[in-house]
T-cell receptor, first 115, second 114 residues
Framework: GAVVSQHPSRVICKSGTSVKIECRSLDFQATTMFWYRQFPKQSLMLMATSNEGSKATYEQGVEKDKFLINHASLTLSTLTVTSAHPEDSSFYIC???????????FGQGTRLTVV | GENVEQHPSTLSVQEGDSAVIKCTYSDSASNYFPWYKQELGKGPQLIIDIRSNVGEKKDQRIAVTLNKTAKHFSLHITETQPEDSAVYFCAASSNSGGYQKVTFGIGTKLQVIP
């Protein structure tokens, strides 16, 4: 299958700082990228959907000013957690798909710990 | 919106036995149903998928069935091995606002006992 690379895999940051997570599709062009959040022993919760070149669409309850998403190219999307707080600590996962009705491939995930 | 229910939440089987995980969905517009395997600390990996125009699909020890009328689909793993131990997620996908939206089940923790 296609490869989606997510970086970093783990990050620890201080409360109040911002952290950026990158999601890259390595061998295909991703028209659409998705960002998920996963709490321990729970399912993936969709945070937002980003289409290349346009603004991200956020799910209800997700603060767009706190979780900034940029999808500047067909191979890269970034999620920036601004002014991070301990409650933002979670496992963040991206996925990417070529187009509608095609499977989404997941990155390895990023374990964010805010101290 | 779509609602996907998955059960059981945990499943223990003896090595060599079969494991079955079942999911139901609510949105009749969903047309793509992937299954993911997630190992601890890693992102989900697609293991098999099925589209709404197909009733069954098999890939070696893994098979998926889909009943569109009843809106349920199932994952079957035969001859289970310890390395099959992981959390499995079902998902239902549909086109929403011009893009594909995937809704996940809550996951099933499968333990294969050697």
């Amino acid at each position: 299958g296609a490869v989606v690379s997510q970086h970093p895999s783990r990050v620890i940051c201080k409360s109040g700082t911002s952290v950026k997570i990158e999601c890259r599709s390595l061998d295909f062009q991703a028209t659409t990228m998705f960002w998920y959040r996963q709490f321990p022993k729970q399912s993936l919760m969709l945070m937002a959907t980003s289409n290349e070149g346009s603004k991200a669409t956020y799910e209800q309850g997700v603060e767009k000013d706190k979780f900034l998403i940029n999808h500047a190219s067909l191979t890269l999307s970034t999620l920036t957690v601004t002014s991070a707080h301990p409650e933002d600590s979670s496992f963040y996962i991206c996925s990417a798909s070529v187009s509608l009705n095609t499977e989404a491939f997941f990155g390895q995930g990023t374990r964010l710990t805010v101290v | 919106g779509e609602n996907v229910e998955q059960h059981p939440s945990t499943l223990s089987v003896q090595e060599g036995d079969s494991a079955v995980i079942k999911c139901t969905y609510s949105d009749s517009a969903s047309n793509y149903f992937p299954w993911y395997k997630q190992e601890l600390g890693k992102g989900p990996q697609l293991i098999i998928d099925i589209r709404s125009n197909v009733g069954e699909k098999k890939d070696q020890r893994i098979a998926v069935t889909l009943n569109k009328t009843a809106k349920h689909f199932s994952l079957h793993i035969t001859e289970t091995q310890p390395e099959d131990s992981a959390v499995y997620f079902c998902a239902a996908s549909s086109n929403s606002g011009g893009y594909q939206k995937v809704t996940f089940g809550i996951g099933t923790k499968l333990q294969v006992i050697p």
